[in-house]
């Protein structure tokens, strides 16, 4: 089931970023944009497109605010992949924009995806109340600025020359902002979208983003660059500290799994209805890439 609506979710949202993108022409920061927003597994998409699902939302609405965090996880893959950040060659399998254009037209499709999503966030599509819109705007601001994600990649970055490295609390604090705060954000899009709670979804996402980053750290030194689609070892190679590297790679697995059961238990209230977002747990400690 999990499969499945993981796939359904990167086909629609693949399909109406096609069409959104494909509607500005054809320069090359626009072709750029359309090429760092193929691809990959879309676990966000999916988050948002099931959380809606479980709160009665219609996919032809949420399908707007899962296009949203995937544009702006598309741009900040980009900028992420630049000289003066992580310095990558490879993306998915596939040349980084900067190595297919220029480093130019890498920074600009990036602000371009990034202002896309709050568009697509602020179109009366996505809502037709605006204090809806405005919330899910607000909290992406949050998940994604200097208090979320920029604040994760700061830190990850102020630690590759740090004279000490990271303890296990500074990476979990990171994390939490580069990776877990969009999660966050796609896993309570859709009990935004229908004025619902969302503390069980935010309970889930948490513990679903650190077993996400885990994993990450654990393909780093078990997965092969061809499968994982990017280099691997370049944290090891640089004498940064990870959740392998501080836990050691079984401890770093069993956290993982831990942290996967957490998640699945905060989900307690919905019963049956949550297990899609169960399965979904499970696959972030299983995938390969």
Do not use: N
């Amino acid at each position: 089931m999990f499969e499945t609506r993981l796939k359904d979710a990167a086909s629609q949202v693949q399909a109406h970023l096609d069409d959104v993108i494909g509607s500005m022409g054809d320069l090359p920061v626009v072709q750029a944009m359309s090429y760092a927003s193929a691809g990959g597994k879309r676990l966000r998409a999916f988050l948002v497109l099931e959380s809606a699902r479980l709160h009665g939302i219609a996919p032809e609405q949420a399908i707007w605010a899962a296009a949203s965090v995937e544009a702006l996880h598309a741009y900040s893959l980009v900028h992420d992949d630049l000289p003066a950040m992580d310095d990558d060659d490879l993306r998915r399998g596939l040349p980084t924009v900067h190595v297919k254009w220029d480093e130019a037209t890498a920074v600009l499709a990036g602000d371009a995806l990034q202002t896309l999503a709050f568009e697509l966030l602020a179109r009366p599509e996505a809502s037709a109340d605006p204090l809806v819109r405005a919330e899910l705007v607000l909290r992406m601001a949050r998940a994604v600025g200097a208090e979320g994600m920029v604040k994760g990649q700061a830190l990850d970055i102020a630690a590759e020359t740090a004279a000490t490295p990271l303890t296990l609390e500074q990476i979990t604090e990171l994390q939490a902002g580069k990776t877990g705060a969009l999660i966050e954000w796609s896993a309570c899009a859709g009990a935004v979208l229908a004025g619902a709670d969302t503390e069980a979804l935010s309970i889930y996402a948490q513990k679903l983003g650190l077993a996400f980053q885990i994993w990450d750290d654990v393909l780093d030194v078990e997965g092969d660059a061809e499968t994982v689609g990017k280099a691997v070892g370049k944290d090891a190679d640089a004498g940064k500290a990870t959740f392998v590297s501080l836990l050691g790679l079984d401890a770093a697995k069993s956290r993982a799994q831990t942290l996967v059961q957490e998640a699945c238990d905060a989900l307690v209230s919905y019963g049956d209805e949550g297990e899609t977002l169960r399965q979904a747990a499970r696959f972030v400690i299983s995938r390969h890439s």
